[in-house]
């Protein structure tokens, strides 16, 4: 009997066989992306610096450190033409925070109320929230702020025919003039309450909602947090010997004297923002509290809940879990379209920002100012609803 002798299988394995391998061609393809991001971003940093020394253009961020030579009409820090082109874009990026922040609460409260009214039972207020929500959502947001910048305060009298308003206030087509807060000595003490008020409402709202889950009883936050956030910083007022005084503006035969003035294209990017805002937010409100199944209404309605308290208690806290994302999204959107302020002069950060390219020629400079900038602010807001929307969700018992 002849012994067959038994073949061993080879050590190594094929090209073929690798690339049959779920794992190994997965890592392959993930490296030759790679590989080619990394090439073509050599590509065009080669192909830029080249170009730059072509044209005999300094590169780097020094020119931050240069006289700015140019005036800006609306800072909330100090600034001069003889202030540098640094803390002209730090004017620029606060006031760019400035119109995100209260843009934001402003389009907030507005699409709250809009979103509520179309789901009205009164067919008149349904219908004015719909006529408002689709002349909004389907114009231009340039197109809106364009309507409030000259159709409507550009419409307004001259200086010195400026409408007088309460509280010792003017307005045409200026601005608005308002008293100016002078802080005195002990002024600190206000702030501080302010902030000591805000702390102890949280935990109030927290402690009530605790009692509320745990009893069934209702307590009575909203009159404490007003009656605290008014009450202590009024006490901290007396007792600081009342350290804050204004200064009124006063109309005299062809200006103003006195007093602080808001820009009137501070005020047209910012109504308009939140009007267009508010249309989307309106919707993704309508959408949310329409998505809470109608049995958690019925059933509200069975425990005797009135109307008002079925949307306080038992829908809205439901609906914000539909709400929350999509309204990230448009707090985005409204942070970035304030970059349309240069359309109107408004002092944002692309504005001053232009005007120290044109100034400079530090165009790849400046441009990655503006993506570090808009992208530090989108990241930090998203970072902070996704928070929320972490708080927000409902927990299982």
Request: charged share 10%; glycine share 10%.
């Given at each position: 009997?002849?012994?067959?002798?038994?073949?061993?299988?080879?050590?190594?394995?094929?090209?073929?066989?690798?690339?049959?391998?779920?794992?190994?061609?997965?890592?392959?393809?993930?490296?030759?992306?790679?590989?080619?991001?990394?090439?073509?971003?050599?590509?065009?940093?080669?192909?830029?610096?080249?170009?730059?020394?072509?044209?005999?253009?300094?590169?780097?961020?020094?020119?931050?450190?240069?006289?700015?030579?140019?005036?800006?009409?609306?800072?909330?820090?100090?600034?001069?033409?003889?202030?540098?082109?640094?803390?002209?874009?730090m004017v620029g990026f606060l006031n760019t925070l400035l119109?995100?922040?209260?843009?934001?609460?402003?389009?907030?409260?507005?699409?709250?109320?809009?979103?509520?009214?179309?789901?009205?039972?009164?067919?008149?207020?349904?219908?004015?929230?719909?006529?408002?929500?689709?002349?909004?959502?389907?114009?231009?947001?340039?197109?809106?702020?364009?309507?409030?910048?000259?159709?409507?305060?550009?419409?307004?009298?001259?200086?010195?025919?400026?409408?007088?308003?309460?509280?010792?206030?003017?307005?045409?087509?200026?601005?608005?003039?308002?008293?100016?807060?002078?802080?005195?000595?002990?002024?600190?003490?206000?702030?501080?309450?302010?902030?000591?008020?805000?702390?102890?409402?949280?935990?109030?709202?927290?402690?009530?909602?605790?009692?509320?889950?745990?009893?069934?009883?209702?307590?009575?936050?909203?009159?404490?947090?007003?009656?605290?956030?008014?009450?202590?910083?009024?006490?901290?007022?007396?007792?600081?010997?009342?350290?804050?005084?204004?200064?009124?503006?006063?109309?005299?035969?062809?200006n103003l004297s006195g007093g602080a003035t808001v820009a009137?294209?501070?005020?047209?990017?910012?109504?308009?923002?939140?009007?267009?805002?508010?249309?989307?937010?309106?919707?993704?409100?309508?959408?949310?509290?329409?998505?809470?199944?109608?049995?958690?209404?019925?059933?509200?309605?069975?425990?005797?809940?009135?109307?008002?308290?079925?949307?306080?208690?038992?829908?809205?806290?439901?609906?914000?879990?539909?709400?929350?994302?999509?309204?990230?999204?448009?707090?985005?959107?409204?942070?970035?379209?304030?970059?349309?302020?240069?359309?109107?002069?408004?002092?944002?950060?692309?504005?001053?920002?232009?005007?120290?390219?044109?100034?400079?020629?530090?165009?790849?400079?400046?441009?990655?100012?503006?993506?570090?900038?808009?992208?530090?602010?989108?990241?930090?807001?998203?970072?902070?609803?996704?928070?929320?929307?972490?708080?927000?969700?409902?927990?299982?018992?």
């Amino acid at each position: 009997m002849t012994d067959h002798a038994v073949t061993a299988p080879p050590s190594g394995r094929s090209l073929a066989s690798y690339m049959y391998d779920p794992k190994f061609r997965g890592l392959f393809f993930q490296a030759l992306t790679l590989a080619i991001i990394i090439i073509f971003g050599w590509m065009i940093f080669d192909n830029t610096t080249e170009n730059l020394s072509r044209s005999n253009t300094a590169s780097g961020y020094d020119f931050l450190n240069g006289r700015a030579g140019f005036d800006i009409g609306q800072s909330l820090i100090p600034y001069s033409s003889d202030s540098t082109y640094g803390r002209a874009i730090m004017v620029g990026f606060l006031n760019t925070l400035l119109v995100a922040i209260v843009g934001i609460f402003t389009a907030t409260v507005i699409g709250f109320i809009i979103g509520l009214g179309r789901l009205s039972r009164n067919w008149l207020i349904a219908k004015l929230c719909t006529v408002y929500v689709e002349v909004f959502r389907n114009v231009p947001v340039l197109l809106v702020i364009f309507f409030w910048y000259k159709g409507v305060l550009g419409a307004l009298p001259q200086v010195r025919d400026s409408l007088a308003l309460p509280f010792g206030m003017f307005l045409n087509n200026r601005g608005l003039a308002f008293p100016k807060p002078i802080w005195g000595e002990g002024a600190w003490l206000i702030p501080a309450a302010l902030l000591i008020a805000i702390i102890a409402s949280i935990a109030v709202t927290r402690w009530a909602g605790a009692r509320q889950a745990a009893t069934g009883q209702q307590f009575g936050t909203a009159r404490v947090v007003i009656a605290l956030v008014i009450g202590l910083p009024l006490i901290a007022y007396f007792l600081g010997g009342m350290p804050l005084t204004f200064d009124f503006p006063e109309a005299g035969r062809f200006n103003l004297s006195g007093g602080a003035t808001v820009a009137p294209e501070f005020v047209a990017l910012y109504l308009a923002l939140s009007f267009y805002t508010a249309s989307f937010i309106a919707e993704t409100i309508r959408a949310g509290i329409a998505g809470v199944a109608k049995g958690q209404t019925e059933a509200a309605s069975a425990l005797g809940l009135q109307p008002s308290m079925t949307t306080r208690l038992v829908v809205i806290p439901q609906a914000m879990r539909i709400i929350i994302p999509p309204l990230t999204s448009q707090y985005l959107n409204l942070t970035k379209n304030s970059s349309l302020g240069v359309a109107v002069g408004f002092p944002e950060l692309v504005s001053t920002g232009g005007t120290t390219m044109n100034q400079t020629g530090q165009a790849i400079e400046v441009v990655s100012i503006w993506l570090v900038v808009y992208l530090s602010i989108s990241i930090a807001t998203s970072m902070f609803m996704n928070w929320f929307n972490a708080r927000m969700a409902l927990v299982e018992r």
